[in-house]
């Protein structure tokens, strides 16, 4: 079993939907989330970082950490084709050096 | 935001030939710099950890005689891809820890090198 899984889609959804992206963990020691997008052929961008459990909101995007699950989300409201990108879920563990663990990526697609 | 850059975007090389790959923090000094490779539809595999005016800490499988890398200030790490064979076909990001503004370290990504060996 990976230490991160995360379903690799595609998921496609019409503008305007509202964009549920998931990972599922095994490592209890995970400390830090962060949600990264990266667009083709790009590097990728840090979107959320987020430490425990709870919520976080920034613009459209929302973060969701439950701990007690080992589940993570990214929530996109009012999605758009800009949108579109693979989205990469990642953690860490307390202390060190900043390596986190990443998942594969879920393919999106907002289609007009 | 912090800006890592890389050079070059892409290459394509002949089977036996040795690439240079650099990776640059713009605006802000990394004591640690980190190699990654990604397959098509894969996530980013960490290949090396590179920490300035001393050797790179490698990750299992990853040969360190093939993939040269120095960091010889706190702003450029190199990796150099040594005798090129096809099967070292990949995207190479490099990326850069600094402070961010999430109140934490992050890592800053660069925008990736397409290496095709032919």
């Known amino acids: 079993q990976k230490e991160v899984e995360q379903d690799p889609g595609p998921l496609s959804v019409p503008e305007g939907a509202i964009v549920s992206l998931n990972c599922t963990y095994s490592n209890s020691a995970f400390q830090y989330f962060m949600w990264y997008r990266q667009y083709s052929r790009k590097g990728p961008e840090l979107l959320m970082y987020?430490?425990?459990?709870g919520n976080k909101e920034d613009g459209r995007f929302t973060a969701q950490v439950d701990k007690s699950s080992k589940y993570i989300s990214l929530f996109i409201r009012d999605s758009q084709p800009s949108d579109s990108a693979t989205y990469l879920c990642?953690?860490?563990?307390?202390?060190?050096?900043?390596?986190?663990?990443f998942g594969r990526g879920t393919s999106l697609i907002v289609h007009p | 935001g912090a800006v890592v850059s890389q050079h070059p975007s892409r290459v394509i090389c002949k089977s036996g030939t040795s690439v240079k790959i650099e990776c640059r923090s713009l605006?802000?000094?990394?004591?640690?710099m980190f190699w990654y490779r990604q397959f098509p539809k894969q996530s980013l595999m960490l290949m090396a950890t590179?920490?300035?005016?001393?050797?790179?800490?490698?990750e299992q499988g990853v040969e360190k005689d093939k993939f040269l890398i120095n960091h010889a200030s706190l702003t450029l790490s190199t990796l150099t891809v040594t005798s090129a064979h096809p099967e070292d076909s990949s995207f190479y990001i490099c990326?850069?820890?600094?402070?961010?503004?999430?109140?934490?370290?992050?890592?800053?990504f660069g925008p990736g090198t397409r290496l095709t060996v032919l």
């Open positions: 990642a953690m860490k563990g307390a202390g060190g050096s900043y390596i986190p663990t």
């Open positions: 605006d802000f000094q990394a004591t640690t």
């Open positions: 590179s920490n300035e005016g001393s050797k790179a800490t490698y």
């Open positions: 987020t430490y425990s459990s």
């Open positions: 990326s850069a820890e600094g402070p961010g503004t999430s109140g934490y370290n992050e890592q800053f």
